[in-house]
């Protein structure tokens, strides 16, 4: 593979790290873990959207509340110690996001979550006592590549971009003290 003059180094260093990390050795044995390096994207993938989306929902909420209040010391060790699902909880009441986003961020929440504590994802995880398989699903289908392509990152990846540009249209028109 021919690197990219247009690809920014650290591009190139990532990809070649993750090659290293996972089919570094040579042989019959170098795609061992083939299987397991899809895995590892698709949780990668839904991590790193996962905490995107979630970085800017918090500065949202911090803005939101700090044009209220006087103390906004307290009020960034309070959004810094919220967990995930809170911050997502105070944002829909602020207003922030409406409740189809908040409805699509939970589902994601809730795969960040299920993906974080098991890491194969093509394997059944168990709800507590029920004995019934449950595998790692979002919108009623198993996560795979083409789903994470096709409809994971369009959708998050239009929720990231309005998060973003609505914050960044914010901090344009903020007058200069």
């Given amino acids: 593979m021919t690197p990219d003059d247009r690809e920014p180094e650290s591009v190139r260093e990532g990809l070649a790290l993750l090659d290293y990390h996972f089919f570094a050795q040579e042989g019959e044995g170098k795609y061992l873990r083939a299987e397991s390096f899809r895995e590892n994207v698709i949780r990668l993938i839904v991590f790193d959207m996962h905490l995107a989306i ?17 103390q906004k010391d307290a009020t960034v060790d309070y959004v810094k110690a ?25 589902e994601l929440n809730a795969l960040r979550n299920r993906a974080a504590h098991h890491w194969r994802l093509s394997d059944p995880m168990r709800h507590r006592g029920s004995g019934e398989p449950d595998p790692l699903v979002w919108k009623g289908k198993r996560l795979t590549a083409g789903a994470v392509r096709h409809e994971f990152l369009p959708l998050y990846g239009e929720i990231y971009e309005s998060l973003h540009g609505s914050f960044t249209d914010a901090h344009r028109q903020a007058p200069a003290s």
């Fill in 54 to 70: 979630e970085e800017l929902l918090r500065s949202h909420v911090f803005e939101t509340l700090t044009a209220r209040s006087r």
């Fill in 82 to 106: 919220l967990s995930s699902r809170q911050a997502l909880d105070l944002a829909v009441q602020l207003g922030v996001i409406d409740s189809e986003v908040y409805e699509r961020l939970r």
